[in-house]
């Protein structure tokens, strides 16, 4: 099974500054059609998860552009440029390049 | 608008069983992977199962296998779990989620717990 480490595990930003967390995975996650099968989800209190990220890089619908998804191969990041108090909740990797496998979630929290 | 309804969940003895259920609208459920992830308490996801668009191809976690069973019927645009031999570290939050890699469409859960 492909393990995914994210850090850090928990974060607190002050509105309006940028949030970072990095994801990494015990193998490549390169599939062999070419994609890179790594998803950034975020999971609200009290609501189910809800995509942020597809492919990497790819903003799912409706998802505003503060939040950017970069990386290849095993290291990838997600960014939040200016952090809003909408964001808080856990946020978490995952890959589906093989079976899928999610991080164990960095829990952001507004300053 | 895409819509998944879970169902079926509930309080179950240890070794007993239970039948999810997901009940789909808003997109073509028969051309599309479907899958499980579950949530335990306090806990992160867990990805549990997946299922091809005709149900001739499934995948399971390791530590389900031989006691869960995916399966759908598309007429019914409907996706199921059965679960047996159900373990206290079985209790969770069960999701279903469309895509055989979860995405976008995630249905509210159903809770099982497994306890005597």
């Known amino acids: 099974d492909i393990v995914m480490t994210q850090t850090p595990l928990s974060l607190s930003v002050t509105p309006g500054q940028p949030a970072s967390i990095s994801c990494k995975s015990s193998?490549?996650?390169?599939?062999?059609?070419?994609?890179?099968?790594l998803y950034w989800h975020l999971q609200k209190p009290g609501q189910s998860p809800q995509l942020l990220i597809y492919?990497?890089?790819s903003r799912f619908s409706g998802v505003p552009d503060r939040f950017s998804g970069s990386g290849s191969g095993t290291d990838f990041t997600l960014k939040i440029s200016r952090v809003e108090a909408e964001d808080v909740g856990v946020y978490y990797c995952?890959?589906?390049?093989?079976?899928?496998?999610f991080g164990l979630g960095t829990r952001l929290e507004i300053k | 608008e895409v819509q998944l309804v879970e169902s079926g969940g509930g309080l179950v003895q240890p070794g007993g069983s239970l039948r999810l259920s997901c009940a789909a609208s808003?997109?073509?459920?028969?051309?599309?992977?479907m899958s499980w992830v579950r949530q335990a308490p306090g806990k992160g996801l867990e990805w549990v199962a997946n299922?091809?668009?005709?149900?001739?191809?499934?995948y399971y976690l390791d530590s389900v296998k031989g006691r869960f069973t995916i399966s759908r019927d598309n007429a019914k645009n409907s996706l199921f779990l059965q679960m047996s031999s159900l373990r206290a570290e079985d209790t969770a939050l069960y999701y279903c989620?469309?895509?055989?890699?979860?995405?976008?469409?995630w249905g509210q859960g159903t809770l099982v717990t497994v306890s005597s």
């Open positions: 989620a469309r895509d055989g890699r979860p995405g976008g469409y």
């Open positions: 808003g997109f073509t459920f028969s051309t599309y992977w």
């Open positions: 299922i091809k668009q005709d149900g001739s191809d499934k």
């Open positions: 193998q490549s996650l390169l599939h062999s059609d070419g994609k890179t099968y």
């Open positions: 492919e990497v890089s």
């Open positions: 995952m890959q589906g390049t093989h079976f899928p496998t």
